[in-house]
């Protein structure tokens, strides 16, 4: 009697380019891949199937399946993609801290130019070339700081936790509030303004004290889109400070 031996999974970037068998290629991976991003881009990661690229790319499914095993693999190759557009030729200064925000910077645009990123189930071994090449560049940042390699590579997994929380909450306030919102927003201030949580009510509104005085000439006009930026390298800034600070 035969036994069949299921076979080892292999990732997509261990798989040859295509099948073996089958006519000459038609489609490469880069084609796919290109057409999945646009679908996602347009619709959201729910928008992408292997049914739904191969119409994107006037074909049937079936021939996909000779590049691709499924909808991971288009997950894997979109991720990958566009983790390839974070610049990652930018010298580094030695400054930890200094490199490391300025990569968070660089990953959070990427991620507001693709939203559906941010929809991707986290996985810590989804990883690609272009995935391997980022990790080198951000262990390249930490190489001044005396920690050791999985420590490292814990600090730049909670940084990409946090860019992709910072921007998931950047998405959200570029959408006009729904009603649920702006009702949550309106009983927050109101209940912060009742006096029994004074201190809740002070980080609200910032210290008086705080405040630029009043007036056409005491500061600008606000600019929201660098206020944005500015809070964000701030978070990153401390929480790096803290990672990275020695231990006992």
């Known amino acids: 009697m035969r036994v069949l031996v299921a076979e080892e999974p292999v990732v997509v970037w261990e798989r040859p380019e295509r099948g073996a068998r089958g006519p000459a290629p038609e489609r490469s991976r880069g084609q796919i891949t290109r057409a999945a991003v646009r679908l996602a881009d347009a619709g959201g990661l729910a928008s992408v199937s292997v049914r739904q690229v191969a119409k994107e790319l006037g074909t049937g499914p079936a021939s996909l399946y000779r590049y691709v095993a499924g909808r991971d693999d288009l997950v894997d190759l979109m991720v990958d993609a566009a ?3 974070i610049d990652l030729t930018v010298a580094l200064t030695g ?12 990953t959070r645009e990427v991620q507001l130019r693709h939203p559906w990123l ?18 080198e560049f951000a262990l390249g940042a930490l190489a001044p700081v005396r920690m050791t390699g999985p420590a490292k590579l814990e600090a730049v997994a909670v940084l990409n936790a946090l860019v992709a929380m910072v921007s998931r909450a950047a998405l959200q306030s570029f959408r006009s509030p729904s009603a649920r919102q702006s009702a949550q927003a309106a009983y927050l201030a109101t209940a912060a303004g009742k006096g029994a949580h004074p201190l809740l009510a002070q980080a609200l509104t910032g210290h008086p004290e705080a405040r630029p005085a009043a007036g056409p000439a005491a500061r600008p006009a606000a600019d929201p889109a660098q206020d944005a930026q500015d809070l964000f390298e701030r978070v990153i800034r401390r929480v790096l400070a803290g990672l990275l600070a020695p231990g006992p």
Do not use: K, Q, S
Not at 99 to 105: G, I, Y
Not at 118 to 135: I, N
């Open 95 to 106: 400054d930890p801290v200094t490199d490391l925000v300025a990569l968070a910077t660089r």
């Open 83 to 85: 983790t390839g557009e």
């Open 118 to 135: 941010l929809e991707v189930t986290p996985e810590a071994m989804r990883v690609g070339p272009c995935g391997l090449d980022y990790l």
